[in-house]
């Protein structure tokens, strides 16, 4: 049976969170990929003001081959790297080494990841290789996919898309008129504007995608 785990760790204690973490201030996102054997996680959304900046600070890093610059979207930009990290000292190893699959990893000076193990024996097997080489993971919870409880997990949420959403509606955010701002939220979970508001988004894409499109696969 799958299981699921929900972690963070700070950006300083791996390498890839130390390379992509600020100055200048950007919010990260790698691509969701599927487990290769190898696990470089080579496509990198930021989104931020300071695109110079961040370019010259990742390039600069001896960890990185190359970095180039594919597309921007507003206020994000999507990168391909071309990492040079030791084995030794990449979290994402461990992660190919137990054929996880990333489902969410994102971060600035924290990182959140979501990783999906084929198995519970996996999943032991990558928290004794974060133990082994001393990457302090913070467990925030592990479930199945069988699991639905009122914790958010039938919408496929993590705790905190959750827990700003359930803040959101609570405060009438998203009434008419908004009887709350975005910056008075921000301000109440010690957040950015920005990473709030980009919580808040895929929050409501995952209650949408659970709700509206298993409504029309039902009523196909």
């Known amino acids: 049976m799958s299981v699921i785990v929900e972690f963070t760790i700070e950006a300083e204690a791996f390498t890839l969170g130390r390379v992509l973490s600020g100055p200048p201030v950007m919010r990260i996102e790698l691509e969701r990929i599927v487990p290769t054997g190898t696990l470089e996680m080579p496509f990198v959304w930021a989104t931020g003001t300071d695109f110079n900046a961040f370019e010259t600070k990742v390039r600069d890093s001896p960890y990185v081959k190359e970095l180039r610059a594919l597309d921007r979207i507003g206020d994000s930009g999507l990168y391909r790297v071309e990492w040079n990290v030791p084995r030794e000292d990449n979290l994402m190893e461990g992660i190919a080494q137990t054929n996880a699959t990333v489902l969410e990893a994102r ?71 908004r009887e709350t701002s975005l910056d008075e939220l921000a301000d109440e979970l010690s957040l950015s504007k920005q990473a709030l508001s980009d919580r808040i988004r895929r929050g409501n894409e995952k209650v949408l995608r659970s709700v509206l499109l298993s409504s029309v696969a039902n009523s196909d």
């Open 107 to 177: 971060g600035g000076d924290t990182w959140e990841f979501r990783l999906r193990f084929n198995n519970h024996h996996a999943l032991s097997q990558f928290h004794n290789y974060c133990v082994a080489h001393d990457f302090p993971l913070f467990i925030e919870r592990t479930y199945t996919l069988q699991e639905t409880t009122g914790s958010g997990h039938q919408l496929n949420l993590s705790q905190k898309q959750r827990e700003a959403l359930v803040l959101a509606l609570q405060r009438g955010y998203f009434g008419t008129p």
